[in-house]
C-alpha cells in the first residue's frame, strides 16, 4: 500500500489514496495470502508429479471396476469422468480439502476482515467517523476478498498448467483451455461460498461467527453433496450443496466452463453481497 | 447563537437495556462543552449517535444541521473524533495510520506536522508498528488523527487518559487554541478537574439521563463547604449533635463535614455552640461538588444508598454502559 514506514507524519501532502479500504484489508493478510498461494501451488505440483508417476496402463486397470457413486463428490466430476484417469486425478487435486480448506481459509479471513473484524477490534469507529459509505465499505472489502480468491485460484491453475504443458501424456488428457475453465469455477465456487460469509460478516460483531459460518458453508456443503452422492434416497439434497455444481475434472476434459453451473455458483455469491449490503446499512456500527 | 449541536429526546435503547433516555442538549459554536458523569452514564453511546455510528432508538441528533446518519458524508468531513478506547491496526506504524486516515477522512492535513511536533511524536516514533506504543503514545496519535484536518467539530471521548501532566498542557491548550479559532470542541469525561479547565459548560449524566446543563462557574459557585471541627480528647462524638445530610465522619477527634453553600452561615453558627478547639472551613473538592449536585437534582435520592457512584472508578454491573 502507499504508506511505507517514512519515520514522518507525510506534512500535508495531497490526500491521494484510492481503495484504501481495499488496499487495507489485503496489505494487512498480505502474509497469510503469499502462504496460501505458496501452499496452494506446492499442492497442485504435488498431484501433478503423482499423476506424473502412474503410466497410462495402470489407470486403465484402476478404471476397470467402476468406483462407488460416492466417489465423485471427490473426482470433481458428474460421473463422466473417472477418478481413474489424469482429469480425474487432477480434478481430485481440485476437490481436496487441503485445495477447499485453502479456499475456504481465504474466504473466511477476508470475510471477516470486511466487517466484523473491524467491529470486534474495535478499529471500525476510527474508520466510519470518516466520509465511508457503507457501501464504499462492502464494495471495497469485498473487492479485496474476490482478489485473495482470484490469486489463489489462479495459483493452483498456473501450477497444474505448467504440470500439463510439460507432461505429454497430461497435455494429451487435458487442454489448457481446460485448465483455465476449472480455474474459473473453482473461483465460482469461492464467490459463492463468500457471498453468505459476507452477510454473516455484514451482521456479526466477530470473526469467529464469520469463520465459522465459512467452515459450515464450506464443510457441510461437501459433506451434503457427499451424502447425496452415496445414498440414493436423498439424492434430491445434492442440489443445495454448492460443490454440486463445482465439477473441475468435467471442465477440464471438455474445455468449457458450464454456463448455468457457474452462474449459479455466482448467483448465491451475489445474492449473499447483496444481503449483506441491506444487514450492513441496518446496523449500529460500534465495538 | 447557532447550535452546532442538537439532541433532541435522544434515545438509545439495547433491548431492555437503556444506554441514553430523553437527551436534550445543544451546543453552541465555538463552545468548548463538558460531557460529564461517571463510567456507565451514556457518554459514549450519546457521541456514537452524534458521529453516526449508533442509530437513535428515538429523538434526533443534529450536528451542524445535519443528521449524522443520513448526511454522513456530508458531515464526517467536518468532524474530528477520538474514541474513548481508541484501537488502532497494530501491523502499521503511526505515519500510516496518519496518512491512511487523513486519505479517508478526505481533506487536506494541514496540521499534522506542528500536531506531531507539539504532541511529542517524533520521527522515530511514527515510523514504528503501533503495536509497541504505550498507551500515552497511542493517544497522542489518536489526537493528531483527530485535528489534523482542522475540523470545524472536535469531538473528543476521555482525550487525556493515560496522556503525562506536561502533554495535557499541550493538550489543553490545544483545545483552548481550537475554540478561539471558532471550532466546537465537545469534550466527554469522567475527571471533573479536566471538565472545570478545559470548558464553559457542562452538561452531567447519570444511568443514560441528563442530570444537568450549567456553566462551570455556576456549578463552582455550588459547591459544598468542607467544614473541619477538632474538638478536645476524649470527646463523646455521639453527643455533637449535627445533621446527617452533612455527611458527617469522624477521624480521631476531628469531626469533618460538608455543607451546602446556602446552608454555610446558620450552620456554623450552630457549629461554634459547640465545645471545638479548632474550626476550619475550606471549599469542597470538585468531586464532592458534583456528588452533592447529583444528591439535589435527583428526586429519589433518598431512597438511594448514601454512598454516591465513585467517579473514574468501574461503574457497577447494573450501570455498566451497554453496547450494541
Given at each position: 500500500m502507499g504508506y511505507g514506514p517514512t519515520g514522518r507524519p507525510g506534512g500535508s501532502r495531497p490526500v491521494s489514496g484510492r481503495l484504501v479500504l481495499y488496499w487495507l484489508a489485503l496489505y494487512r493478510r498480505r502474509r497469510m495470502l503469499l502462504a496460501l498461494t505458496i501452499g496452494m501451488v506446492a499442492f497442485e505440483t504435488l498431484i501433478i508429479v503423482i499423476a506424473r508417476t502412474i503410466p497410462p496402463q495402470d489407470l486403465f486397470l484402476g478404471s476397470v471396476r467402476q468406483p462407488p457413486s460416492a466417489f465423485r463428490a471427490f473426482s470433481g466430476s458428474g460421473g463422466e469422468v473417472s477418478l481413474a484417469s489424469y482429469p480425474g486425478l487432477l480434478g481430485a487435486g481440485l476437490v481436496h480439502p487441503f485445495w477447499i480448506a485453502m479456499q475456504l481459509t481465504v474466504v473466511g479471513s477476508l470475510g471477516a476482515a470486511a466487517v466484523a473484524a473491524d467491529v470486534e477490534a474495535g478499529t471500525i469507529e476510527l474508520l466510519m467517523?470518516?466520509?465511508?459509505?457503507r457501501a464504499r465499505l462492502l464494495t471495497e472489502r469485498t473487492a479485496a476478498l474476490v482478489t485473495g480468491s482470484v490469486l489463489v485460484t489462479a495459483a493452483a491453475s498456473a501450477a497444474i498448467a505448467v504440470g500439463v504443458e510439460i507432461t505429454p501424456r497430461l497435455r494429451e488428457a487435458v487442454p489448457l483451455r481446460g485448465v483455465a475453465a476449472a480455474g474459473v469455477l473453482g473461483l465460482g465456487l469461492a464467490l459463492c461460498i463468500a457471498g453468505p460469509v459476507l452477510a454473516v460478516s455484514a451482521a456479526g460483531r466477530h470473526r469467529g461467527q464469520v469463520i465459522g459460518a465459512t467452515i459450515m458453508l464450506g464443510a457441510v456443503g461437501f459433506a451434503v453433496n457427499f451424502i447425496a452422492e452415496a445414498w440414493s434416497t436423498v439424492s434430491v439434497l445434492r442440489f443445495v450443496s454448492p460443490f454440486h455444481y463445482y465439477r473441475p475434472a468435467d471442465a477440464l476434459v471438455s474445455g468449457s466452463i458450464p454456463v448455468g453451473s457457474l452462474a449459479l455458483l455466482l448467483g448465491v455469491g451475489l445474492a449473499g453481497v447483496a444481503a449483506a449490503a441491506w444487514l450492513l446499512a441496518r446496523r449500529d456500527l460500534a465495538p | 447563537m447557532v447550535a452546532v449541536i442538537e439532541l433532541t429526546a435522544l434515545t438509545k435503547r439495547y433491548g431492555a437495556t437503556v444506554g441514553i433516555e430523553q437527551l436534550d442538549l445543544e451546543v453552541e459554536a465555538g463552545e468548548v462543552f463538558g460531557f460529564l458523569g461517571p463510567n456507565g452514564a451514556g457518554k459514549t453511546t450519546t457521541i456514537r449517535c452524534m458521529v453516526g455510528l449508533l442509530s437513535p432508538t428515538a429523538g434526533t441528533a443534529r450536528v451542524l444541521g445535519l443528521d449524522p446518519i443520513a448526511d454522513h458524508a456530508r458531515l464526517t468531513p467536518e468532524i474530528g473524533y477520538l474514541p474513548g478506547e481508541l484501537r488502532l491496526y497494530g501491523e502499521l506504524t503511526g505515519a500510516q495510520h496518519l496518512a491512511l486516515l487523513g486519505d479517508l477522512q478526505g481533506r487536506p492535513t494541514p496540521r499534522r506536522d506542528e500536531l506531531c511536533e507539539r504532541l511529542e511524536l517524533t520521527g522515530r516514533d511514527l515510523g514504528r508498528l503501533v503495536r509497541h506504543y504505550s498507551h500515552g503514545m497511542k493517544q497522542k496519535l489518536g489526537l493528531v488523527q483527530a485535528l489534523q484536518h482542522d475540523p470545524e467539530v472536535v469531538i473528543l471521548d476521555e482525550?487525556?487518559?493515560?496522556?503525562?501532566p506536561l502533554v495535557q498542557e499541550t493538550f489543553f491548550a490545544l483545545v483552548r487554541e481550537a475554540s478561539e479559532a471558532g471550532r466546537t470542541v465537545f469534550l466527554s469525561s469522567h475527571v471533573l478537574a479536566e471538565v472545570q479547565r478545559a470548558c464553559g459548560r457542562v452538561a452531567i449524566v447519570r444511568a443514560g439521563r441528563l442530570v444537568t446543563v450549567e456553566a462551570v462557574a455556576a456549578l463552582r459557585e455550588a459547591r459544598a463547604r468542607r467544614v473541619r471541627l477538632t474538638f478536645p480528647d476524649g470527646s463523646d462524638h455521639a453527643a455533637v449533635p449535627v445533621e446527617a445530610r452533612w455527611s458527617p465522619t469522624w477521624s480521631g477527634d476531628e469531626l469533618r463535614l460538608l455543607i451546602h453553600p446556602d446552608e454555610i452561615v446558620p450552620a456554623l453558627r450552630r457549629l461554634l455552640q459547640l465545645p471545638a478547639t479548632d474550626v476550619a472551613v475550606e471549599e469542597a473538592g470538585l468531586d464532592e461538588a458534583f456528588l452533592a449536585f447529583y444528591r439535589q437534582a435527583e428526586p429519589d435520592a433518598k431512597a438511594r444508598p448514601a454512598k454516591a457512584p465513585a467517579w473514574g472508578t468501574d461503574p457497577p454491573a447494573d450501570q455498566a454502559e451497554a453496547g450494541p
Open positions: 467517523v470518516r466520509p465511508i459509505s | 482525550p487525556t487518559e493515560g496522556l503525562d
